[in-house]
């Protein structure tokens, strides 16, 4: 059974950090797409950035990928995603996805459509 658990998220500050886990089970990081993925009130849920299983890539949304880094530790079979910079447009709740898929165009790695697997999510709130 596949199972997905973000943790690490809080309330912080303008201009903070936070680094939020992904604890996969059900399959290897190595044989699976990870993505990291938020949704704030309204809006649809967006791509943040996204690791490929197989090798390693990085895919990021270009807005974040100055603030935003995505890592993984395949001996404990979690993904991270480190956040610096924060603003209060980065609150939203954040959610860790999977697939097992041979996605054929890098921007696939960042749609919601492209992952069958996901978190419940974790709340980022940015605010002074």
């Known amino acids: 059974q596949v199972q997905l658990a973000e943790s690490g998220g809080g309330l912080v500050q303008p201009g903070g950090s936070l680094r939020l886990s992904c604890a996969v089970s059900?399959?290897?990081?190595?044989?699976?797409?990870i993505g990291w993925f938020r949704q704030s009130p309204g809006k649809e849920r967006a791509g943040v950035p996204s690791i490929r299983g197989r090798d390693g890539s990085i895919f990021y949304a270009d807005s974040l990928k100055f603030r935003f880094t995505i890592s993984r530790d395949n001996a404990k079979n979690t993904v991270y995603l480190q956040m610096n910079g924060l603003k209060p447009e980065d609150t939203a709740v954040y959610y860790c996805?999977?697939?097992?898929?041979?996605?054929?165009?890098?921007?696939?790695?960042?749609?919601?459509?492209?992952?069958?697997?996901w978190g419940q999510g974790t709340q980022v709130t940015v605010s002074s």
């Open positions: 996805a999977g697939n097992r898929r041979i996605l054929s165009a890098s921007g696939s790695y960042l749609l919601p459509r492209s992952y069958d697997y």
């Open positions: 059900g399959f290897t990081l190595g044989a699976a797409n």
